[in-house]
């Protein structure tokens, strides 16, 4: 029975010295067979498995993580959710996801930090202030908000940008999404973990899968290091290593992975109370609760697996940060990661069948699939439950590269891969 | 930071180089159908492992050339032209 957090319980464990706690989530042994195994348990896949059995009651549920959960890309994006996306298709569904996201805390009972508070899109030239028009009109088009800013607004908001007469890329004005914002990623997969095991979930960590037994009929179990398990349908759920899971099952994906960095600074005192994001500079900015600035730039531009990044890409991050930012030149660096993020050619995410029947995608996220996680987890789940697609995910399926009908959100990602 | 063999120039730091993607993709015929194409303009081995791509010496001699290299080390196999079959490696 899972313990609920308030402010009763909290202090109910305070005054036992909080030796009392109970594990927010089983570590059970895997059954020999389930109605539905996830494969990853990131954001997505815990995400999933909560709406299977939270919206549609499939609760004989298992999520196999070949690691820890959330520590994969859920544990290593810059923690941004918004939902500025330029085609209806697409706003639909990440606004879907916002608004999830800023129920989440209370709907898990589990604090996810989310905090609204806004994203500022920079222009540095007349394209770019022509561009944002068209692209903060097709959000309020879309019934998402946002609002077109001069470069007063834009100095009332982020004062520290280098507003001198010779800026390398001078301000000249921008757009926010005042319900963008950051919200503590650890803390989603968390939730997501503890809730999903509240309804019967087996979450299943460090337990490789490893390959599939396909039958005439489609999937019959996953291999796995802890043996074969029965299974009625499978859920990929594992972003970068797609490729490499569909390759044991036969087929190859439309997508491609990278290594996309990011960093942070030492802790400093409140200055950044706002997302900055410059398409120019390639790079964007928050100040985390603890202090850290957090930086996220553009992807290292060859096929990796590595979780590392290299070097050049991270020194033109840095670069970016401080032509905007000169004060910030004197920071140091306090830490640098990768994640492996599944890039496609249109920057829309892939929910559908796979060719193998029984087997069912979730990938393509690229580098936006934390803002994507509530819903891609809701999505994902009714896909998985009914075997159709969610109506705010239909032209998400593999078919689009087929019939040609992509959703080229490449250039609204905000950064330029 | 990569150190890549450029055929003309030698060794070179990556930042004068520009990754062309996976390497030995054929352009199929006019008749193709659908999903042919789709397979040409999108569908990619992506290995976890030695992958076989083109490399361009866009800041240098403006060579196009193709590498092996492991996706995971990063290590470079092995470096041929253009052209030339695909290298088998250890």
């Known amino acids: 029975m899972m313990q609920r957090y308030s402010f009763l319980s909290l202090a109910g464990h305070a005054l036992r010295g909080h030796r009392a706690w109970p594990q927010a989530w089983r570590s059970p042994q895997p059954k020999p067979a389930y109605d539905v195994v996830i494969v990853g348990g990131g954001g997505h896949g815990l995400a999933t498995a909560y709406y299977l059995a939270k919206n549609h009651g499939v609760r004989n549920v298992a999520v196999f993580e070949k690691g820890w959960i959330g520590g994969g890309n859920t544990g290593r994006n810059t923690t941004v959710v918004r939902s500025n996306y330029l085609f209806p298709e697409s706003a639909r569904f990440y606004d879907h996801s916002l608004k999830l996201y800023e129920g989440l805390s209370r709907e898990l009972n589990f604090n996810i930090m989310l905090s609204q508070r806004g994203m500022v899109t920079l222009a540095h030239s007349r394209h770019d202030i022509d561009a944002q028009r068209r692209w903060a009109n097709a959000m309020r088009i879309n019934g998402i908000d946002s609002d077109l800013l001069t470069r007063e607004d834009v100095r009332r908001l982020v004062p520290r940008l280098d507003y001198a007469p010779d800026a390398r890329l001078p301000v000249l004005g921008g757009f926010t999404q005042p319900r963008a914002g950051t919200a503590r990623h650890d803390a989603v997969a968390w939730g997501y973990a503890r809730a999903a095991d509240a309804l019967g979930v087996d979450i299943i960590q460090n337990c490789e899968v490893t390959g599939f037994d396909i039958g005439a009929d489609g999937v019959r179990a996953v291999k796995t290091s802890l043996g074969l398990i029965g299974v009625g349908r499978v859920g990929l759920a594992v972003a970068g290593h797609s490729s490499v899971l569909a390759r044991t099952l036969g087929f190859r994906l439309p997508v491609q992975s990278y290594a996309l960095q990011a960093m942070v600074s030492e802790p400093i005192k409140p200055l950044l109370d706002t997302v900055v994001l410059s398409p120019s500079a390639g790079i964007y900015v928050s100040q985390s609760d603890k202090g850290e600035l957090v930086i996220g730039g553009g992807l290292d531009l060859y096929a990796s697996y590595a979780q590392r990044g290299n070097l050049p890409t991270a020194e033109q991050v840095i670069a970016g940060l401080i032509t905007l930012f000169p004060s910030f030149s004197r920071l140091r660096m306090l830490r640098q990661w990768a994640g492996v993020v599944d890039v496609v050619h249109d920057s829309t995410p892939i929910l559908g069948r796979s060719p193998v029947p029984g087997v069912f995608l979730n990938c393509g996220w690229g580098t936006g699939g934390f803002k994507a996680i509530p819903a891609g987890g809701w999505c994902f789940a009714h896909l998985l439950a009914k075997n159709e697609s969610h109506p705010l995910a239909t032209g998400f399926g593999l078919d689009r590269f087929t019939s040609g009908a992509l959703i080229d959100e490449a250039a609204a990602s905000g950064i330029a891969h | ?90």
């Open chain 2, 1 to 90: 930071m990569l150190s890549l063999t450029c055929p003309h120039c030698g060794p070179r730091d990556e930042t004068e180089f520009s990754c062309g993607g996976e390497s030995h993709i054929e352009r199929p015929g006019v008749e193709a159908s659908d999903e042919t194409w789709a397979d040409y303009l999108f569908v990619r081995d992506n290995p976890r492992g030695v992958t076989f791509e083109r490399w361009h010496h866009r800041f240098g001699c403006g060579a196009w050339f193709n590498v092996a290299r492991d996706t995971v080390s990063h290590e470079i196999k092995t470096v041929y032209p253009m052209g030339a079959p695909r290298p088998t490696t250890p």
